[in-house]
Every structure is written in C-alpha cells, then in structure tokens.
C-alpha cells in the first residue's frame, strides 16, 4: 500500500487538533477517514506507518488477523517537528509542487523541502 502524504498530514493535523489529552478516537479517525474518502485498512497501514517513524503513539490491536481497535495516542516530538514544517498550507502547497517531480519521496525529504521553503520565505538565505 502507498502512503498517502495528504493523508498524513491530515492525521496528524487531526492529533494536533484533538482536546482530549488520549488522543483522537478511533471514531474521530473514522469520521475523518470517511470525508477524506480513506478506508479503514488505508486508515490503520497510515497510522502503523506513523508509528513505526515514531510521529505518534497510537498503536493498532489485532485479532484474527484483522485490526480490531484503534488507541487513541498523541504526537511523538518528531510528530511536532514534522507537522510544524508541513502545517501551513501554503508552504505545503509549495513542497508538493516541488516534490511532485519525483515518482516518491520520503517524509524525511518532505520536511526537508518544506524547512527550506520556509527559510527563503524568511529570506534567510
């Protein structure tokens, strides 16, 4: 399955949002997934992806092979530091159209293309 960045951008956007201290629900997530357009297996490899990069906490219960439930969980700080060069829309606009040009591109390289459209937008060099 290929990791949708819009996608988690939106998920973590979703964390970021919550009020309550656990997390988003696996129902808030649902919700966002079904006006997203996202199926739940597209919904819980994303968020096995973010936790495996250590951006949040949640974590997947399997039963039967199957994901039975969603926990609730929070931005890790890497989550923070990667949401804060990708938050702003139009600076996500502006990395995507740059790396748009390649076939795929890690997250890693995504926050690193949005720092330094955030840098010249500073006109810091």
Do not use: C
């Not at 201290?21 to 649902?30: A, W």
């Not at 996202?38 to 490899?45: A, G, I």
């Not at 929070?74 to 995507?96: A, C, M, Q, S």
């Not at 591109?105 to 010249?120: E, G, H, N, R, T």
Request: hydrophobic fraction near 35%; glycine fraction near 4%.
């Amino acid at each position: 399955m290929k990791l949708d960045h819009d996608y988690v951008r939106n998920l973590l956007l979703a964390y970021e949002s919550s009020s309550n201290l656990r997390g988003p629900s696996e129902n808030d997530f649902i919700e966002l997934s079904k006006e997203l357009n996202k199926t739940r297996d597209e919904l819980v490899y994303t968020l096995n992806k973010l936790a495996e990069g250590n951006f949040v906490t949640s974590k997947i219960t399997w039963g039967n092979d199957m994901p039975m439930w969603i926990q609730p969980g929070n931005l890790t700080f890497e989550g923070h530091k990667y949401l804060d060069n990708i938050r702003d829309p139009e600076v996500w606009k502006k990395t995507k159209k740059t790396t748009s040009k390649f076939a795929s591109v890690s997250l890693d390289i995504i926050s690193s293309v949005a720092a330094k459209v955030i840098v010249s937008s500073l006109n810091l060099g």
